[in-house]
């Protein structure tokens, strides 16, 4: 689907104020506030706009992602697969891939142990139907605007996220707001203050302090890229020269089809994420072979199918 020019406006402004209201992107857009509201819903409906996510960068514990290949997974299994994973309190994003691995998630995890247990239960529960897995533990997330909003693919911001903070909110009803946030990044202090029992007005004071604190880094709309006609790729790197990532990380910052990198400990020390035209994927691993190459021990290039759940913080 090819978004007109006026979904595209709103768009790029939510992809640089999450929290603007309709008044504030009806002035922007020259269009009232209603018709805003109205094109926003249809949006959603429509689920070009998956969600809205906050990024938190906090201590509630430790961020992992698995990478699974299949053995003889059959379809009934699979699906029961999906749905046990989907249900699984410490899991915040999970995706059915194409590549040499199968799926792909994300898990949030207060320390090693609760994470090995974790993943102890998966592998005995379905561990027989894969043929091979890695565990890798994620160290710092970097996230640009959505570069394919604009024209030339601009890079105009991008947040950058320690998951070794060890900040901790400093009571349970700064760590409810967080929640619902992470929920809805547009949520109105109203809503927020009917979760938590507060006002409007202390709602509002206590996201200020939230992000004074550094527990918020920023907010993201979340859109279905296969919706405007592109594809969603992983890319996993493992590096021969670790002096070469600082250089990698830097390029890909910048880069017109990056949207983010992620840096890890496990077998693969980062990857890029890559939201482009799906003819484009070639020439842009061409590029990257290209450039860093001689540094590169081993990759893999990973399709993101179908996203089964997103919920940054459970």
């Known amino acids: 689907m090819e978004l007109n020019l006026k979904d595209l406006k709103i768009l790029r402004i939510l992809d640089q104020n999450v929290r603007a209201s309709y008044k504030q992107i009806g002035k922007k857009t020259r269009l009232n506030k209603e018709v805003v509201q109205y094109r926003i819903k249809k949006l959603e409906e429509e689920q070009i706009i998956k969600g ?3 990024l938190i960068n906090f201590g509630f514990g430790f961020v992992y992602k698995i990478l699974i290949k299949n053995k003889n997974l059959a379809k009934e299994k699979k699906q029961e697969f999906i749905e046990y994973v989907k249900n699984q309190k410490m899991v915040s994003w999970f995706a059915s891939t194409e590549g040499n691995f199968d799926f792909i998630m994300t898990i949030y995890a207060k320390n090693d142990h609760e994470l090995v247990t974790f993943s ?51 009571n349970k009803i ?47 709309t979340r859109l279905n890229f296969e919706k405007i006609g592109l594809s969603y790729y992983h890319l996993f790197i493992s590096l021969q020269n670790q002096e070469s990532k600082k250089t990698i990380l830097s390029y890909y910052k910048l880069y017109s089809h990056c949207n983010s990198t992620m840096e890890h400990l496990g077998y693969y020390d980062l990857h890029l994420e890559f939201i482009l035209p799906n003819e484009k994927i070639q020439e842009t ?7 860093f190459g001689d540094s590169v021990t081993s990759y893999e290039l990973i399709r993101i199918r179908e996203e089964h759940l997103i919920n940054i913080l459970r």
């Open 120 to 170: 102890n239960d998966i592998f005995q529960k379905y561990g027989k139907y894969f043929q091979e897995k890695h565990l890798l533990k994620s160290i710092s997330v970097n996230i640009t605007n959505d570069k394919y909003l604009y024209p030339n693919n601009k890079f105009i911001y991008n947040y950058k996220i320690s998951l070794l903070s060890g900040k901790i909110p400093k």
């Open 52 to 54: 809205y996510w906050t």
């Open 285 to 291: 691993i061409d590029d990257f072979m290209l450039k």
């Open 174 to 220: 700064d760590e409810e707001i967080l929640t619902s946030l992470s929920l809805n990044a547009r949520s109105s202090f109203t809503e927020i203050g009917k979760k938590v029992n507060l006002t409007p007005e202390a709602v509002a004071y206590r996201i200020k302090k939230i992000k004074e604190e550094g527990f918020i880094t920023g907010f993201k």
